[in-house]
Structure formats: structure tokens, C-alpha cells
Nanobody, 121 residues
Framework: QVRFVESGGGMAQPGGSLRLSCAASGRPLSYYVIGWFRQVPGKERELVAA????????FIEESVKGRFTVSRATAENTVYLNMNSLRPEDTATYFCAAKGRGQTRDDYCCWGQGTQVTVSS
């Protein structure tokens, strides 16, 4: 089973940028889509971006559209989340996960430990 390791989080000031990495290991990555999620204590985990593995097509949620982009590096089995114009409300633990073709958001699996993003002045 594939497993993911998130990295790249840290502290940023409002308006700043961070690039998060989601590295896959354990087996070759053969899922249809890799998603980036974030979660704040006391709130449900929300999908913020996703990318299809084969085609590299990206999907950005409305709440971060225009500020975040997602991409993948197939040879490195890594998916990136580029975060620009960061806002304090972007503060969260960010996770990545995968699902196969025909699966729903409930079927995302192989969650990593997450990487913390803190946006504060």
C-alpha cells in the first residue's frame, strides 16, 4: 500500500508563500487523483486541491482559487501544493491522500502525518 509523507510546512507571514510536498513511497503510485486536504482542530478536514496523476489536470477549491496551485512530478512520485498570498485562515495541518478511478472523496486513503502551516504576523 502506498504511503505519503508531507513536508514543506512552516511559518509564513500574511501574503507570503509556501510550497508543500507530498512524497509517495511503499509502492509505485498508480492512483487516479492525489488530493491535498487541510484540517483545523475542531473542524472537518476539507479538500483544497487535487491533481490527476496520469494527465496532471488540477482542481482547485473556490476558497483557495487564484492563490494555490497543485502539480505533480511523476518521476519523483511527488505532488506539490504551491501556496501564495497566504492568509491567517490558511493556518492548518495539511495532508495528502489518494483515490482511484470511480471512487469518491470518502475513499481517499494512505494519509500521512501532515505538515503544519501557520500564517501569522
Amino acid at each position: 500500500q502506498v504511503r505519503f509523507v508531507e513536508s514543506g510546512g512552516g511559518m509564513a507571514q500574511p501574503g507570503g508563500s509556501l510550497r508543500l510536498s507530498c512524497a509517495a513511497s511503499g509502492r509505485p503510485l498508480s492512483y487516479y487523483v492525489i488530493g491535498w486536504f487541510r484540517q483545523v482542530p475542531g473542524k472537518e478536514r476539507e479538500l483544497v486541491a487535487a491533481v490527476t496523476w496520469s494527465e496532471g489536470r488540477s482542481f482547485i477549491e473556490e476558497s483557495v482559487k487564484g492563490r494555490f496551485t497543485v502539480s505533480r512530478a511523476t518521476a519523483e512520485n511527488t505532488v506539490y501544493l504551491n501556496m501564495n498570498s497566504l492568509r491567517p485562515e490558511d493556518t492548518a495541518t495539511y495532508f495528502c491522500a489518494a483515490k482511484g478511478r470511480g471512487q469518491t472523496r470518502d475513499d481517499y486513503c494512505c494519509w500521512g502525518q501532515g505538515t503544519q502551516v501557520t500564517v501569522s504576523s
